[in-house]
């Protein structure tokens, strides 16, 4: 898996975005954990949004629900992360992940934390502006 994060920018407070991500050399997200998070400067990285790919199953960081949303396209073999009434606390390097989970594809509980993710993108800078 090789991630590739397209997307970002500069964006107004209240403005939108679409970051989309897929695997550079053509691997297929089937039964895999897919998402993204971010990290500003001197700071964690953070839950944005994960999903279980081709299933309802997704996770979102509180600061981000209700304004982004995840989704996939399994044709595309690409994951995308439209990104509604942005805030400058919003800025920061967006990276995209992805990770098949240790056991059994139908219980395993999804992925959340940076930590459990192997492969990630170069990350995308989206810069808000007040």
């Known amino acids: 898996v090789q991630m590739q994060a397209y997307g970002g920018g500069l964006v107004q407070a209240g403005g939108s975005l679409r970051l989309s991500c897929t695997d550079s050399?053509?691997?297929?997200?089937?039964?895999?954990?897919v998402g993204w998070f971010r990290q500003a400067p001197g700071k964690d990285r953070d839950l944005v949004a994960v999903?279980?790919?081709?299933?309802?199953?997704?996770r979102y960081g509180d600061s981000v629900k209700g304004r982004f949303i995840i989704s996939g396209d399994n044709a595309r073999n690409t994951v995308y992360l439209q990104m509604s009434n942005l805030k400058p606390k919003d800025s920061a390097v967006y990276y995209c992940?992805?990770?098949?989970?240790?056991?059994?594809?139908?219980?395993?509980?999804?992925?959340?934390?940076?930590?459990?993710?192997?492969?990630w993108g170069q990350g995308t800078q989206v810069t808000v502006s007040s």
């Open positions: 992940a992805a990770d098949p989970p240790n056991g059994p594809w139908d219980t395993y509980p999804i992925f959340v934390r940076p930590e459990e993710y192997n492969y």
């Open positions: 050399r053509g691997h297929a997200f089937e039964r895999h954990f």
């Open positions: 999903m279980k790919w081709n299933t309802p199953v997704t």
